[in-house]
């Protein structure tokens, strides 16, 4: 067990991380991911279009076209463009559930509070929701039994679904590039929940060194490490989560903190981006390496933000910022490690093919 934002977390099961890590990208692998803030944003006006154009003034994503029974990964920025944190939405038809990040989850609600609350009723449920994540090619082979529904659901579909006699919010994604569901689940019954996807024979714990292992393989930022105030979703390559009418020449184009810096970078072009590293050897590039365009170290370009060695890619996989200019798919750079200076290319991410159900 581990200290991990406020919370003792396992790094591990009796497992081990790399069999676990492995294991999801087989079968199914469940998470305990409760850590993490549950807020409903209900509109006062009872149109839930107010509150998404409400919610749409912190983040520039498109959240008045989420169409109900839907969920969409999305970003609050602040007035440098930076991001204060990254999310998921989903329309629940008469509410938003926003789903944040463990530590960023007090001043999260702060900052909902503070803009929307004139508009939105913002109700926490951070103690009284558990949220469990089942990951895994074999994720829907063990839920559908306890809840047949959900083979019905694509991904990033979002329903309620009675599971062992209690009402639960399941949503069709992850945080693995797996396919899998997320299940909000009242905290007296999260264990019991747990132990019955447990019970199924395809079904193990998995840790945080398994999760961390899976989101970089996937390509997915960790807030705090590839994605913090200081980077802008232009510079993070999170572009594809701005949807067109939030974009230059959108039907709702700007109006969020940082709108300025942020729509000239889309315009023009960040001076520096996160892309993805593979390494020729073996050696786990991990941050914060530094990042060179040669291998005597004289031109410093950028820096490792995640990384480690990849169980199912089989080498060491990484992601960092470079500067614009040597961001290309296929870029030879060297990375300092103990000294040496080890070549890595950079690589699209995923470094796996994802398995969602769409």
Same mark, same amino acid.
């Given at each position: 067990?581990?200290?991990?934002a406020?919370?003792d977390m396992?790094?591990?099961y ?17 998470f ?7 807020v409903w944003?209900k509109?006062r006006s ?7 154009? +409400?919610l749409?003034k912190?983040a520039?994503?498109?959240?008045? !076209?989420?169409?109900?029974?839907r969920?969409r990964?999305?970003?609050? =920025?602040n007035?440098?463009?930076?991001i204060l944190?990254?999310?998921m939405?989903?329309?629940r ?9 463990a530590?960023?989850?007090d001043?999260d ?10 508009l939105c ?5 951070f ?5 469990l994540a089942l990951?895994g ?5 063990v839920l ?6 959900v083979?019905e659901?694509?991904f990033m579909d979002?329903?309620?679904?009675e599971i062992?006699g209690?009402?639960?919010v399941i949503?069709?994604?992850?945080? =693995?590039?797996?396919?899998?569901f997320?299940? &909000? ?16 024979e ?6 945080l060194?398994a ?5 970089l393989?996937a ?7 590839d994605?913090d105030?200081?980077t802008?979703?232009?510079?993070a &390559?999170?572009v594809?989560g701005?949807q067109k009418?939030? @974009? ?8 969020f903190?940082?709108a300025?810096?942020v ?6 072009g +960040?001076k520096?981006l ?5 390494a020729e050897? @073996?050696?786990?590039i991990?941050?914060?390496?530094k990042l ?6 004289a031109t410093?370009i ?5 990384g480690?060695?990849g169980?199912?890619?089989g080498v ?6 470079v500067a614009a200019?040597?961001?290309?798919t !296929?870029t030879?750079?060297?990375a300092?490690?103990?000294g040496?200076?080890l070549?890595v290319?950079?690589t699209d =991410?995923?470094f ?7």
């Amino acid at each position: 067990m581990v200290p991990f934002a406020g919370y003792d977390m396992p790094v591990q099961y009796p497992m081990g991380v790399l069999k676990e890590h492995l294991h999801t990208r087989e079968k199914a692998g469940l998470f305990d991911v409760s850590h993490m803030g549950q807020v409903w944003l209900k509109p006062r006006s009872g149109n839930l279009a107010d509150a998404a154009i +409400a919610l749409e003034k912190l983040a520039p994503v498109d959240l008045l !076209g989420l169409k109900p029974g839907r969920q969409r990964y999305a970003f609050f =920025t602040n007035q440098e463009g930076g991001i204060l944190d990254d999310l998921m939405v989903a329309n629940r038809g008469d509410h938003l559930l926003v789903i944040v990040n463990a530590a960023c989850k007090d001043a999260d609600l702060a900052h909902m509070k503070a803009y929307l609350s004139d508009l939105c009723e913002v109700e926490t449920h951070f103690e009284d929701k558990a949220l469990l994540a089942l990951q895994g090619p074999k994720a829907e082979d063990v839920l559908a039994p306890l809840c047949p529904a959900v083979a019905e659901m694509k991904f990033m579909d979002v329903r309620a679904c009675e599971i062992l006699g209690v009402t639960c919010v399941i949503s069709r994604s992850g945080y =693995t590039g797996e396919d899998g569901f997320e299940i &909000s689940v009242p905290a007296e019954h999260a264990e019991a929940l747990a132990r019955a996807l447990l019970a199924h024979e395809d079904c193990e714990p998995i840790g945080l060194g398994a999760r961390d292992s899976l989101r970089l393989e996937a390509g997915l930022c960790l807030y705090g490490n590839d994605i913090d105030t200081t980077t802008t979703p232009v510079e993070a &390559s999170l572009v594809w989560g701005m949807q067109k009418a939030r @974009r230059p020449g959108g039907d709702r184009e700007g109006g969020f903190p940082g709108a300025d810096i942020v729509l000239q970078q889309l315009a023009e072009g +960040a001076k520096r981006l996160r892309v993805g590293l593979k390494a020729e050897g @073996r050696a786990p590039i991990r941050p914060p390496a530094k990042l060179f365009a040669d291998d005597k170290g004289a031109t410093e370009i950028g820096h490792v933000t995640s990384g480690g060695f990849g169980p199912s890619v089989g080498v060491p996989v990484a992601m960092g910022y470079v500067a614009a200019d040597h961001a290309e798919t !296929g870029t030879t750079l060297y990375a300092e490690v103990r000294g040496k200076f080890l070549p890595v290319t950079i690589t699209d =991410t995923p470094f796996i093919k994802p398995t969602y159900k769409r």
